[in-house]
């Protein structure tokens, strides 16, 4: 058996998430069955690095498989594109050292919120933004997201009803920007692991604190409160991007 290594980048719109679930269109269901295909077999199953929500995008999933075909990296990567729908596009592919696992060896991941600003809701970005109609301020959410980077319980930021005991996350860099030619902003979070939901939820929280409905440090209170009330809302999954994957070897510059 082969195994291989690909990075996937996919709009989530019209999946029901990464996971395999029963009936449902999926992106591990959609390459699983092309592999299986290519190969001639019943089933080949693809460990992915993270599930993605049901309307959750991805710029750079890496999933790993074996398969009984042996062929070169780049003719596996043409193989699988010409097998793909129009919303997967294999990236990269290469064999992989059998003891690497692209959930279980990764030390890291980076995720990107895109928020549209307009009055209104645009309908070319409604798959791909979350909205915030009302004021905020960049720069007060930037000073704010400094309160997340650190070791904390993120119980307070995780779904309720998660399986996840241990809810310490390491959070590596956490910053908002403002896209005035878009009129977006743009979060991006980079850490050690993320909770159910938790970048949306964080994201939720930080817009309230740039519109000033929140305290400047109220990330502060919420981590310490551990109680999911206290956070509140939850940002749409139609803005989340799985940006990167790290793994030894490409972990940013920060020491893991």
Same mark, same amino acid.
């Given at each position: 058996m082969a195994h291989?290594?690909?990075? $996937?980048?996919?709009?989530?719109?019209?999946? %029901? #998430?990464? /996971? &395999? /679930? +029963?009936?449902?269109?999926?992106?591990?269901? $959609?390459?699983?069955?092309?592999?299986?295909k290519m190969a001639k077999v019943p089933?080949?199953? $693809?460990?992915?690095?993270?599930?993605t929500d049901s309307g959750v995008h991805a710029l750079g999933q890496v999933i790993t498989f074996d398969t009984p075909i042996d062929i070169p990296d780049r003719n596996m990567l043409a193989a699988l594109n010409s097998m793909m729908p129009l919303d997967i596009l294999v990236l990269?592919?290469?064999? %992989?050292p059998d003891d690497f696992h692209a959930r279980y060896s990764a030390v890291g991941k980076r995720y990107m919120y895109r928020v549209a600003l307009g009055k209104y809701t645009d309908p070319l970005k409604r798959l791909y933004t979350g909205h915030y109609p009302y004021k905020v301020d960049a720069q007060r959410i930037q000073t704010a997201l400094r309160d997340l980077v650190g070791t904390h319980d993120f119980t307070s930021f995780a779904a309720s009803g998660g399986q996840i005991e241990d809810k310490v996350r390491t959070i590596y860099e956490?910053?908002?920007?403002?896209?005035? =030619?878009?009129?977006? =902003?743009?979060?991006?979070?980079?850490?050690?692991?993320? =909770?159910?939901?938790?970048?949306?939820?964080? $994201?939720?929280?930080?817009?309230?604190?740039g519109n000033g409905r929140r305290d400047l440090h109220d990330f502060e209170r919420v981590l310490a409160a551990k109680d999911? /009330?206290?956070?509140?809302?939850t940002a749409p %999954?139609? #803005?989340?991007?799985? /940006?990167? &994957?790290?793994? +030894?070897?490409?972990?940013a510059g920060v020491t893991i």
């Open positions: 291989y290594r690909i990075t $996937v980048k996919y709009d989530g719109t019209k999946f %029901a #998430g990464y /996971q &395999v /679930q +029963p009936h449902q269109r999926t992106v591990q269901g $959609v390459i699983q069955r092309a592999l299986a089933y080949i199953h $693809v460990d992915g690095s993270g599930r990269e592919c290469a064999h %992989a956490a910053t908002c920007t403002e896209d005035t =030619l878009n009129n977006e =902003l743009r979060f991006e979070f980079y850490g050690n692991g993320f =909770l159910y939901n938790m970048v949306r939820i964080m $994201v939720a929280t930080a817009l309230e604190i999911r /009330q206290q956070a509140r809302g %999954a139609s #803005g989340l991007y799985l /940006q990167q &994957v790290y793994y +030894p070897g490409n972990n």
